[in-house]
C-alpha cells in the first residue's frame, strides 16, 4: 500500500513561484504513470500535469508553459515546479498515479494572493 506526502506550498504574490514536492512510500514512478491535481474551493479536483515512466509530460492547458513535472526515482519523489502563478491557481494540491489509484495525501494548500 502506498502512501502519499505532499509539501512546499505555502502563500505567494501573483507572479511568483512554487516548488511542491510529493513523497512516495514505494517505488511507484518506475511502473505508473504520476500526476498533480489540485482542488480549488466549490470545485472539482483536476488534472493539473502528468509524467510517465519514460519522463514524457502533459500539462492541463490552464497550467502550461508555466509548471514543470519531474520525479526523481531513486528517492520515490514527484516534484511540481510553479512559475508565473495567478490567483486561479490556489487550490489543495495533490499526487497520485494516473489514473489515481492510490490512497490520497493531505494534500498541499497553495494560496495566490497579493
Known amino acids: 500500500q502506498v502512501q502519499l506526502v505532499e509539501s512546499g506550498g505555502g502563500l505567494v504574490q501573483p507572479g511568483g513561484s512554487l516548488r511542491l514536492s510529493c513523497a512516495a512510500s514505494?517505488?511507484?514512478?518506475?511502473?505508473?504513470?504520476m500526476g498533480w491535481y489540485r482542488q480549488a474551493p466549490e470545485r472539482q479536483r483536476e488534472l493539473v500535469a502528468t509524467?510517465?515512466?519514460?519522463?514524457?509530460?502533459v500539462y492541463a492547458d490552464s497550467v502550461k508553459g508555466r509548471f514543470t513535472i519531474s520525479r526523481d526515482s531513486a528517492k520515490n519523489t514527484l516534484y511540481l515546479q510553479m512559475n508565473s502563478l495567478k490567483p486561479e491557481d490556489t487550490a489543495i494540491y495533490y499526487c497520485?498515479?494516473?489514473?489515481?489509484?492510490?490512497?490520497w495525501g493531505q494534500g498541499t494548500q497553495v494560496t495566490v494572493s497579493s
Open positions: 509524467i510517465s515512466k519514460g519522463g514524457t509530460t
Open positions: 514505494g517505488s511507484i514512478f518506475s511502473i505508473n504513470v
Open positions: 497520485n498515479t494516473y489514473p489515481p489509484g492510490a490512497r
